[in-house]
């Protein structure tokens, strides 16, 4: 069992950077990949960023370039900087944990990140 805990969120103003803290409990072992999603304005959720813990990360192309994913395993952690953001970045931020074969083993609940123009 894996529980996320998301921080970091808040008011910013365009071209502002701020950090995001994911922070996970429980079977830290069964993590083989962690990730950011924005709830955007459709059902689904989409992806941010993501890192395997082997240090292989992807990024969405609309945030490539101005957001930094990053993994302390001692910690239990995952952080997510964004630099330069721009008011379409307004969102609510959700981190996520899968497994080896790619099973999501849980969500956070997310953080409200707002940004003004």
């Known amino acids: 069992q894996v529980q996320l805990a998301e921080s970091g969120g808040g008011l910013v103003q365009t071209g502002d950077s701020l950090t995001l803290s994911c922070t996970a409990s429980?079977?830290?072992?069964?993590?083989?990949?962690m990730a950011w999603y924005r709830q955007g304005g459709a059902n689904q959720r989409e992806l941010v960023a993501m890192i395997a813990r082997h240090g292989t990360t992807e990024y969405a192309d609309s945030v490539r370039g101005r957001f930094i994913i990053s993994m302390d395993d001692a910690k239990r952690s995952v952080y997510l900087r964004m630099n330069n953001v721009k008011p379409e970045d307004t969102d609510v931020y959700y981190c996520?944990?899968?497994?080896?074969?790619?099973?999501?083993?849980?969500w956070g609940l997310g953080t409200q990140v707002t940004v003004s123009s």
């Open positions: 429980g079977n830290w072992a069964s993590i083989y990949m």
């Open positions: 996520n944990a899968k497994s080896a074969d790619y099973r999501i083993l849980n």
